[in-house]
């Protein structure tokens, strides 16, 4: 039948199948009627695309429908050609040798040394040369007539018998000119004792090899393979170079697009802070700052070591030379006095600086300098202190905000003005750990070692916290012997029974009798409330039971 078509394989094509051929007859399309409808016109189709668009179209003005239309068409953009793929720039196709040959040639051209001196010609030197001399033809010098070969020389063509017999000729006059003696040849001392023998060799032979694989290890070595020069592409190198991070160097694949010189940064630039760190750690006030003043720091540290010079050479003490500053007899040092001072020492010192030299010194802001500040500028040494009194008529009553009577009979170290009271937490304490007790003192913060915790039995992975089981430093550093055989602290502090003591310590020596165990175990039972006994306790009551039995 039919339906039967396709489904199975005719094994006797030749001879009819069964049955009967039923026709098909009508379909269900030839039934249903077909109306052919009448086409629309163009002109309304603009109109009803705004009104009623067809299925899977958008809603359209009529006016701007043949713009949407023109649209459709348009490109865009400019019409690239297709550059070099990737795989070409990583695996490119290799050149024919032909093409290589003229490739090269054509590169070789543009040598200047190619044009005036080619390869297998003479130098062409065409101007100053006579204009019959042909520059092919014509060669100037000696012709070399060769010789033998430097093979031949080097390793002349001949046994090794033949080569022996060469190098023994004349050898016992070479002996005495050059003492050129054969390897292994001994030095001929003119001994006469029978039991001497030239021929004996003394020592250890030196392992060698007579295929000279030492020798070639010596020339060739394995890194020479690896220094070789690898020959690759250009543009793959040129490629590498841009767009992979270079050693000493910034990775920026697109500097040549960007059209900033090379020195451009990029970025604002923050201000700087009027201090820095020293002026941090110092506690420096804002008109202590001593960033941006190292201009004037270097002036008036030279001056100042300039005057502490002159003063230690001409003046006895900061006292007569105070004197000698202070022309006008007022306890203190002004501006033009000091500029007068430094005339006179060959310093000379412009008035802007001389105003921020009075200012380094000026402690109290008075605009002069008196003798405490004086001396603090100019002391050559800390513990040369001049023997200065409170009513001397160096510091005048008058001067204001000068130093304390108190303080007058030492002087200040040199510090910062801004904590010229200073005292350190060592001071405080007396410089000594135990001497003011700090039981009593307020503690802030968390321990490290929570000792006031219980420890769990079982501690977590990520439980990190040290409950005072914990070895220190010291046995990190210096680790007991027993915990090389598996044995910690919580295993001598654990309680155990007296039969287990018993058998602990007799493995390690002790045999001690039954009254003697019994004293012992008693002792140690009495050290802790609970009445347990551990190997720590057993062994410290054992140790006193024997040093007082020795001291009997």
């Avoid at 018993?502 to 045999?511: E, L, P, Q, T």
Wanted: glycine share 6%; with cysteine.
């Amino acid at each position: 039948m039919l339906t039967n078509t396709g489904r199975f394989n005719d094994r006797s094509p030749g001879i009819r199948p069964a049955g009967i051929l039923v026709a098909a007859g009508d379909t269900i399309q030839d039934c249903i009627p077909k109306d052919n409808r009448p086409t629309t016109p163009e002109k309304i189709k603009t109109f009803r695309q705004a009104i009623l668009p067809e299925i899977g179209k958008s809603r359209t003005n009529r006016t701007k429908l043949d713009l949407v239309q023109r649209a459709e068409k348009m490109n865009h953009g400019i019409h690239t050609s297709s550059s070099e793929s990737a795989a070409g720039l990583v695996n490119p196709y290799p050149q024919p040798i032909v093409q290589q040959i003229l490739q090269f040639r054509k590169e070789d051209q543009t040598y200047l040394s190619r044009k005036t001196a080619p390869l297998g010609h003479t130098t062409r030197m065409k101007p100053g040369m006579p204009s019959d001399l042909d520059p092919d033809s014509t060669t100037f010098g000696i012709k070399v007539v060769k010789d033998e070969y430097a093979s031949d020389a080097v390793n002349p063509k001949k046994s090794p018998k033949e080569v022996q017999e060469e190098s023994l000729q004349n050898h016992d006059i070479y002996l005495r000119s050059h003492e050129a003696y054969e390897p292994g040849e001994q030095k001929k001392r003119n001994y006469t004792y029978e039991s001497y023998n030239i021929n004996k060799c003394y020592g250890v032979p030196t392992p060698h090899s007579n295929a000279g694989i030492h020798v070639g290890k010596a020339l060739h070595w394995i890194t020479d393979n690896n220094k070789g020069t690898k020959i690759v592409p250009s543009r793959v190198e040129d490629f590498h170079e841009k767009f992979q991070p270079q050693l000493g160097k910034v990775h920026d694949p697109i500097s040549d697009s960007m059209k900033v010189p090379e020195d451009h940064k990029f970025g604002v630039i923050v201000k700087q802070d009027e201090c820095d760190a020293g002026d941090l750690l110092h506690g420096r006030g804002p008109k202590d700052y001593l960033r941006g003043k190292d201009r004037l720091r270097g002036v008036v540290a030279a001056i100042r070591r300039q005057l502490k010079v002159s003063n230690y050479y001409n003046f006895e003490s900061l006292k007569s030379a105070f004197n000698f500053y202070d022309k006008d007899g007022s306890g203190s040092i002004d501006n033009d006095e000091m500029r007068e001072i430094c005339m006179k020492f060959n310093l000379p010192i412009e008035r802007e600086l001389m105003e921020e030299l009075i200012y380094y010194c000026d402690a109290n802001n008075d605009g002069v300098i008196d003798y405490n500040e004086f001396a603090n500028f100019l002391n050559w040494q800390d513990n040369d202190v001049p023997a200065v009194s409170a009513r001397t008529a160096i510091i005048d009553s008058k001067a204001k905000n000068s130093a304390s009577p108190e303080n007058v009979f030492k002087l200040q170290k040199q510090i910062d003005k801004s904590v010229v009271d200073m005292r350190l937490s060592s001071q405080a304490i007396n410089a000594a750990v135990g001497t003011v007790p700090t039981t009593d003192w307020r503690k802030y913060g968390v321990p490290t070692i929570r000792s006031d915790l219980p420890a769990p039995r079982v501690r977590r992975v990520a439980d990190t916290q040290n409950y005072g089981d914990e070895s220190d430093a010291y046995g990190l550093i210096c680790p007991s012997n027993f915990s090389t055989i598996g044995v910690f602290e919580n295993d001598f502090l654990v309680p155990r029974s007296p039969d287990e003591l018993r058998d602990i310590f007799a493995n390690i020596g002790y045999k001690l009798s039954d009254e003697e165990f019994q004293y012992i175990l008693n002792q140690a039972s009495a050290m802790n409330s609970n009445g347990n006994v551990s190997v720590d306790s057993f062994n410290k009551c054992l140790r006193e039971y024997l040093k007082m039995n020795s001291s009997r």
